[in-house]
């Protein structure tokens, strides 16, 4: 049975309406994109995504 309103990224902090892995997941995909599409790097993607938007993040909080 759904649950009508469930937020799908429970447990997942949300910034300006998005949450952390979607922008991670959204970045992993433009290095993927970036790469031409080439698989096989997909933890290198998601890793660097994670690495650049969690520095993103650090530069504006402090």
Request: proline share 2%; glycine share 8%; with cysteine.
């Amino acid at each position: 049975m759904a649950t009508k309103g469930k937020n799908k990224n429970k447990g997942s902090a949300l910034l300006f309406g998005e949450s952390i892995t979607d922008k991670i997941r959204r970045r992993a995909q433009e290095l993927y994109e970036k790469r031409g599409c080439i698989p096989g790097n997909d933890w290198a993607d998601w890793f660097e995504a994670e690495r650049q938007i969690k520095a993103e993040l650090s530069r504006n909080i402090f």
